[in-house]
């Protein structure tokens, strides 16, 4: 698999390496991304992460473990940033399109757009039919949780008069999907997103949703 800057440049992003396990899952993430399941080996981890081969079977199994406990930490570092970016979404906005405009704009920029999110995302669509069991991971702390709790914030500005959702999950969704739609073609093309960019997809997509869903007067 060929990789792209754009998730080779997420080297630098991987907690600090404390001790040897975390060395070697740091620089799992790092071979994987950079040559998928298939092209990566135990002695190209080892060699990054300045251990022994026989010291990653001694802490984290062989190749097919560690791939899989490599994507359950990244997944769950990816939702712990989702759900630091969901604590800012505007429960009593006094002007709804602008404060949802920058609640997505903080959404696209530091939880979809992070690596520990495009890495997943790569990793969903190379590897999805080699690990179908993945899916189930993603589904549990991506979208498992990531919708439901998008939608239970979207039911609490309708309580509160500001939308009118017949269905808050289905808007949820929506809403979601609006919001990835150009960012993930620009991240299948390995490009670079400018924040300008960014910050006119949040506005499109909020303006685009609240045409759909906002209360008239």
Known sequence: MKNSSAEIEQAS???????KRQAILNAA????????????SIDAIAARAGVSRQ????????KDNLFKVV???????????????????????????????????????????DPNGRWLR?????????????????REYGPGKK??????RLAQ?????YLELDDPALAARQFMALLATDLRIEQQLG???????????????????????ASRP
């Not at 992003?13 to 001790?19: L, V």
């Not at 505007?90 to 939880?111: G, I, Y």
């Not at 919708?147 to 239970?152: G, L, Q, R, S, V």
Request: aromatic share 12%.
């Open 147 to 152: 919708y439901p709790a998008i939608a239970a």
């Open 71 to 113: 994507v359950a930490e990244i997944t769950d570092r990816s939702s712990a940033g989702f759900f630091r970016v969901l604590d800012t979404f505007p429960a009593a906005p006094e002007d709804l399109e602008k404060e949802l405009t920058e609640f997505s704009t903080r959404l696209l920029r530091k939880a979809i757009c």
């Open 55 to 62: 010291t990653i079977y001694n802490q984290l199994g062989d």
């Open 122 to 138: 790569k990793l969903v669509e190379t590897e999805g039919a080699r690990f179908p069991e993945l899916f189930e991971t993603w």
């Open 191 to 213: 490009r670079r997103t400018p924040d300008a960019e960014i910050d006119q997809m949040a506005a499109n997509a909020t303006r685009t949703f609240l045409r759909a869903f």
């Open 13 to 19: 992003t991987w907690p600090p390496a404390q001790n």
């Open 157 to 161: 500005l309708a309580h509160a008069g």
């Open 29 to 40: 993430a790092d071979i994987f991304a950079e040559q998928g399941y298939a092209g990566a």
